[in-house]
Each structure stands twice: as structure tokens, then as C-alpha cells.
């Protein structure tokens, strides 16, 4: 049970209660009620247990959206905490596409609310792996180049970086099937 933050009957019995974290421990945790246990007992045993709800000391929230949904999501969430007690917040970007600076964006977003930002991620690759479920095949029936060329034709470039990014692709894997200097036949290295 150590790994189960959560308040539960153990076995849906009544009398062996697991009360769970006292506080949230991770941003997974951020809307369960915490709670302990008061037992009562008589001179027969168990006579009830009561649950009593654990305020909330410390304000956590986690958000997930777009770039351009992030500024209400972030609003909304705000609204929890205060500049004595901000909101620890969990950021996660749903964005298949290129975002240079990302946590400096969605920082500039949480300056003037209170919260403070803890972790910023990007929730990507729905767009990867579904290109190949989408054509019916498994990524080991194409070739890493296709699997490149379809990957950034999901992006908005520019003609030239494009063209720039497959150029250095096609560089990175001349280089990785040359042979290396100083290595066998078997890529071992030669011996004097």
C-alpha cells in the first residue's frame, strides 16, 4: 500500500482502513481528498471509524492545453492561491509542433498570477505514432527516413530550414553507417 497515496477500505471491509498520504505527493494527487481516520473504540472493539478531511495547506494544480489555451487555463487555476500561498503548478504543453523557449513562454504566462511554476512538459508524439497506425503499418516496416520525412512534414517550416534539417538528418546518418577509423571489419578495433 505504500505506493497507493489514496484513503480506502482495505478488502471493502469497514474495520482495516488505509488512510493514504496526509498530502498530495505528486501532481497526480492534486484533486484527492486526504484525509485520517478517527477510531472510536469500546469495551466490545470497533464501535466506528471517521474519516476526517486534511485542509489544504498548499495549493497544486496541473494544467494541460495548447500554447494558446494555456492563459485561461492558467487564470482559472490562479484563482486557488494568493500571493502569500501560490498555487505550485504543473504545466503540460499538448503541442506536436516545434516551440522554441517553451518554458520561458509559459513562465512569462504565470508571472503576474499567483502560482509558482514547478515543472513544465510537452505531452508529443500522438502525431508520430499515429501516422503509422493511421497507414496501417508498424514502425518497423518503414524506414527511418520515411519515418523522418513524414514527422516533419507535420511541422510548419520554412522551405529552407526544412530543407536545412533534412540536409543535417541525412549528414547524422551518412555518419553513424560510415566505417569508424581505427575499427575491424567487425567493428573492432584494429590491433598493431
Known amino acids: 500500500l505504500g505506493h497507493i497515496h489514496q484513503?480506502?477500505?482495505?478488502?471493502?471491509?469497514?474495520?482495516?482502513?488505509?488512510?493514504?498520504?496526509?498530502?498530495?505527493?505528486?501532481?497526480?494527487?492534486?484533486?484527492?481528498?486526504?484525509?485520517?481516520?478517527?477510531?472510536?473504540?469500546?469495551?466490545?472493539?470497533?464501535?466506528?471509524?471517521?474519516?476526517?478531511?486534511?485542509?489544504?495547506?498548499?495549493?497544486?494544480?496541473?494544467?494541460?492545453?495548447?500554447?494558446?489555451?494555456l492563459p485561461d487555463l492558467m487564470r482559472a487555476t490562479a484563482q486557488a492561491g494568493s500571493p502569500a500561498r501560490p498555487v505550485w503548478l504543473e504545466v503540460v504543453v499538448e503541442q506536436d509542433d516545434y516551440l522554441p523557449q517553451l518554458t520561458d513562454r509559459v513562465q512569462a504566462l504565470a508571472d503576474e498570477l499567483p502560482v509558482e511554476l514547478l515543472r513544465v512538459r510537452r505531452q508529443r508524439g500522438r502525431a508520430v505514432a499515429g501516422m503509422a497506425a493511421a497507414a496501417g503499418e508498424s514502425l518497423h516496416e518503414i524506414?527511418?527516413?520515411?519515418?523522418?520525412?513524414?514527422?516533419?512534414?507535420?511541422?510548419?517550416?520554412?522551405p529552407g530550414l526544412a530543407q536545412a534539417l533534412t540536409r543535417r538528418y541525412q549528414e547524422v546518418v551518412a555518419g553513424l553507417d560510415a566505417p569508424q577509423p581505427g575499427a575491424g571489419e567487425h567493428g573492432e578495433e584494429a590491433r598493431a
Open 7 to 69: 484513503p480506502q477500505k482495505v478488502g471493502g471491509l469497514e474495520h482495516i482502513r488505509y488512510s493514504g498520504s496526509p498530502i498530495a505527493l505528486s501532481f497526480d494527487e492534486a484533486r484527492q481528498s486526504k484525509q485520517m481516520l478517527l477510531v472510536d473504540l469500546g469495551p466490545e472493539g470497533l464501535q466506528a471509524v471517521t474519516p476526517l478531511p486534511v485542509p489544504c495547506f498548499q495549493p497544486m494544480a496541473s494544467v494541460a492545453g495548447s500554447l494558446a489555451a
Open 143 to 158: 524506414s527511418p527516413a520515411d519515418v523522418f520525412e513524414r514527422r516533419l512534414a507535420l511541422e510548419t517550416l520554412e
